[in-house]
């Protein structure tokens, strides 16, 4: 069933490619324009997806179908709960700042991966946050945000 | 400046302190990656890609390339001493070389790999002297048609070469062109699906995609799969040296393994993996003891440890003398040769000798490194095996993020690594190789631009590019290389 709706999702991601291609001015064959490639790639892109999404609608699976390789649900738990920590980082870090995102990231994955009591975890993400700030932000002066809260 | 002139001038910006300091991060980085499953060179490189923007770009380029050929070494240990290969290009020398350390050959194994692999890594250098030179002047004489050809070719045979199906393949390209086209269009700086945004003016950029495709995808699978620490034996200096006749059964495989390598290299897709499995069956096939090959033949491990590295020398050349890359880890050499503002491709020589010459005469330099530091040092590499996976795990996501946001300060580049890899590891679900979509994305751009300048040079006209010799040529070659194999099988099934 996954692999169905994913292969739905490229159809419809092609299919939108294309139309907002459209968009853009195409020119002549002589003169191309801007809208000239993207229209050759979307109709490309259109195709070979149609036919990945018969393929993944197939009933058996032989050369060139498409399977999901199987997992348990407290397996993809875990790499869904790695997926969330990465876009709350994303998210937050415009807001608390590296330094406290980078701690938050590291103190909760540590814990969620398994491994690490709360003192461990706690104690590595206070040195991971500080040693990457002090390497990237004063090192090699990357202007690392931070946060809105703490300025 | 001829060829040989070339590299003695190679040498001496090789040799100088900072450049042999750049070599030596860049290998060791290399070979603790090669060491690690999970992050490979491609991962690790695109890590350290910003850490190059302060350095001279001969000294940043000869760091990155470091980590490419040095994670060939990195990998062939953990696959001899754990049967665990760190890096795909690994998994061939895990069949017969772990089977040795089963028998306490282990250090023969070693050091035959390691001797192997300076060899193939030196006929290399020679390789790319003689044959990137050649090729580079030839090159001087491509118009557009040409390059429109070549990339097309190029993406055509990596469709047939890379792992999986090549409608899986083809769904990569065309994901890697599209992603290409956002932004400001090459030639008229029309802004196309930008969405108003600024930032997506300045376009996709390449290295939070393959951080996320590479990096943080395989990061989701480990978690997925829960975190391990490997249990790791220890191999006795005492017993690294092979004895006589296991330097006698090497010395061809290491040979052929190195011209194979090389060879393979030349060729997009995935030239490290396929060139161990093309020197493995060949040295199967030629061998009067076939029977021993499984259970610890030491030609199993003396030329696929040769080939992977000669592929890695024989990919340089595309990349330094046409500016073209066909693997993900040449993609980021040639995103680290833009950030510095050099065009790799015929006049590198020219232009920039120091740049050409040094990288070369630094992959000599790097390939001895290798050989006197990973004999001696293997225990102190295979002890990166013990380190708790979870803690690894959780550093290398932290150095991604704050990596993606130090390129350009945006927060873009964080979605973008996030986005490729949720992306990645669906990918990874559906087991379908990503390579494509990098190799589409870096050479989308070129494509482009030398179709629309091919156009408005014929008047539009499609024949006059296509029966151009060379773009003719090229683009049948492509044909071939995709239609070659279902035209064999419907062959043999009209043959009785």
């Known amino acids: ?151 | 400046m001829g060829p040989f002139e070339g590299l003695a001038f190679g040498f001496g910006i090789a040799l100088t302190p900072v450049n042999v300091l750049a070599c030596f991060v860049g290998v060791l980085i290399g070979t603790i990656v090669g060491v690690l499953p999970g992050i490979g060179p491609v991962g690790a490189m695109a890590l350290l890609l910003p850490s190059t923007f302060a350095l001279d770009p001969a000294t940043g380029l000869i760091m990155l390339a470091g980590i490419y050929y040095g994670s060939m070494y990195g990998g062939s240990t953990t696959s001899i001493l754990v049967n665990v290969p760190g890096e795909a290009a690994s998994v061939v020398t895990a069949i017969d070389g772990y089977q040795m350390a089963k028998q306490g050959r282990a250090g023969a194994a070693l050091a035959v790999s390691a001797v192997g692999s300076f060899v193939a890594g030196s006929v290399g250098v020679l390789g790319i002297v003689l044959l990137g030179v050649w090729l580079a002047e030839q090159a001087l004489r491509f118009g557009p048609p040409e390059y429109f050809a070549l990339t097309v070719t190029g993406l055509m045979v990596l469709s047939r070469l890379s792992g999986g199906s090549v409608l899986q393949s083809f769904l990569m390209v065309g994901i890697g062109l599209a992603i290409g086209t956002v932004g400001m269009e090459p030639i008229s700086g029309f802004r196309r699906f930008t969405f108003g945004s600024v930032q997506l003016s300045q376009g996709i950029e390449l290295v939070p995609v393959i951080m996320g495709l590479y990096g943080v995808a395989e990061i989701l699978v480990l978690a997925e799969q829960g975190m391990k620490t490997g249990a790791v034996s220890k191999v006795a200096l005492r017993e690294l040296l092979p004895t006589r006749s296991e330097w006698r059964l090497s010395s061809w495989p290491i040979a052929r393994g190195s011209v194979v390598g090389f060879v393979t290299g030349l060729v997009p897709g995935p030239a490290t993996v396929l060139a161990t499995f093309i020197s493995y069956t060949l040295e199967r096939r030629i061998s009067k003891t076939p029977e021993r090959f499984g259970t610890g033949a030491i030609e199993g491990v003396a030329g696929p440890e040769a080939a992977n590295n000669g592929a890695t020398a024989g990919a340089m050349v595309p990349l330094l003398s046409l500016g073209i890359p066909f693997s993900p880890a040449t993609a980021i050499l040639l995103g680290a040769f833009v950030i510095h503002g050099l065009q790799p491709g015929p006049l590198l020589i020219s232009q920039r000798p120091e740049v050409f010459w040094g990288i070369v005469a630094s992959m000599y330099v790097g390939n001895l490194m290798l050989l006197i530091l990973n004999l001696p040092l293997v225990g102190v590499f295979v002890s990166v095996l013990r380190a708790p996976q979870h803690l690894l795990a959780t550093l290398v996501l932290l150095l991604c993020l704050v990596g993606a946001y130090s390129l350009n300060n945006s927060l873009l580049d964080l979605w973008v690594l996030v986005g490729f890899g949720i992306f990645g590891w669906v990918l990874r679900k559906l087991a379908i190789d990503p390579s494509p979509l990098i190799v589409a994305l870096v050479l989308g751009p070129l494509m482009e631009k030398t179709l629309r300048q091919a156009l408005f040079m014929t008047r539009g006209s499609v024949l006059d590019i296509v029966t151009r010799p060379l773009t003719l040529a090229l683009l049948l070659v492509g044909a071939l290389v995709l239609a070659a194999p279902p035209l064999a099988r419907a062959l043999r099934r009209r043959t009785p």
């Open chain 1, 1 to 151: 069933m996954g692999e169905r709706v994913i292969a739905l999702a490229f159809l419809a991601g092609s299919g939108f490619y294309l139309a907002l291609s459209f968009a853009f001015p195409f020119g002549s064959t002589a003169r191309p324009g801007p809208g000239y490639f993207p229209v050759a790639v979307g109709v490309f892109l259109c195709l070979v997806a149609a036919v990945f999404t018969r393929v993944a609608f197939r009933r058996d699976a032989g050369a060139g179908g498409v399977t999901m390789a199987p997992t348990s649900r407290s397996a993809r738990a875990r790499a869904g709960a790695t997926a969330v920590g990465l876009v709350g980082f994303v998210l937050l870090l415009p807001w608390i700042g590296y330094p406290l995102a980078a701690f938050g990231f590291v103190a909760l994955l540590l814990r969620r991966f398994g491994g690490a009591g709360w003192p461990a975890a706690l104690g590595i993400a206070v040195v991971s946050a500080a040693l990457s700030y002090w390497v990237f932000a004063t090192l090699l002066s990357v202007p690392l945000p931070r946060g809105v809260l703490l300025e």
